[in-house]
């Protein structure tokens, strides 16, 4: 009896599903949640069935579950590419015992392995390294560095557009540079700082993750201390 009870309030249950649905036709088309969950039969009439509808929005999200797979393999794949090159950055400074093959090798791999076309050592210390074009030896309380003071206060990368009067301290041909990228140089003294740039203006950016420029920096910095020492 219970049974027979239940099975008559399914039925009117069905009854007013099937009520509601036909007065609202178009209940379904901002629940694609529910439509891909649901599981319905194939109906080869109408404009589009239910079924067809679901296969759509399952389509969907395929789609978009590859894109963002591709997102991953090919962020994986890049981040791979950069990490093998800081290593063999990382290999090369050990063989070094001076700091101007210290920063020789440095700059080589800044511009031809990682395709910076732009980059400048800023050191508060007079080197004996003889005439360098990417080495530029700057008082930390000259004038000229008043507005890098938060940068160097905050002893982490930046990227963010500089003035006209920086690009113009910074790199020889200012005019070229869209983005670039701000890296301090210091262990437990601050030597000065590693300013990079890009004709490309997405290739530096806030927003962009700063750990690798951190290890860069971090290679470099513990490089200059063996070698000044």
């Excluded at 990490?83 to 101007?100: E, H, Y």
């Excluded at 006209?164 to 869209?178: E, G, S, V």
């Excluded at 262990?187 to 700082?193: A, L, P």
Aim: aromatic share 6%.
């Amino acid at each position: 009896m219970a049974k027979k009870k239940s099975t008559q309030s399914n039925q009117l249950n069905a009854k007013k599903v099937q009520l509601y649905l036909e007065k609202h036709p178009d209940f379904f088309i901002e629940k694609n949640q529910l439509l891909s969950s649901l599981n319905l039969p194939h109906i080869n009439k109408g404009s589009i069935s239910l079924v067809e509808r679901q296969m759509t929005i399952l389509r969907e999200e395929n789609k978009q579950q590859k894109n963002t797979l591709n997102d991953f393999i090919s962020t994986a794949t890049e981040n791979d590419v950069l990490t093998k090159k800081i290593q063999s950055l990382a290999l090369k400074l050990i063989t070094t015992d001076n700091l101007k093959a210290t920063l020789q090798i440095c700059h080589d791999a800044l511009t031809h392995d990682f395709k910076i076309e732009c980059c400048t050592f800023i050191l508060f210390k007079e080197v004996n390294i003889g005439k360098c074009s990417y080495v530029n030896c700057i008082n930390k309380n000259h004038s000229s560095l008043k507005s890098f003071q938060s940068f160097l206060k905050n002893k982490s990368p930046r990227c963010n557009k500089l003035t006209n009067d920086q690009y113009k301290l910074l790199f020889k041909k200012p005019t070229n540079i869209a983005s670039s990228a701000l890296i301090p140089l210091n262990t437990k003294k601050t030597y000065g700082f590693l300013a990079i740039g890009s004709r490309d203006a997405k290739r530096f950016n806030p927003s962009m993750s700063m750990d690798y420029l951190s290890l860069i920096g971090t290679l470099i910095s513990h490089s200059i201390e063996r070698d000044v020492l």
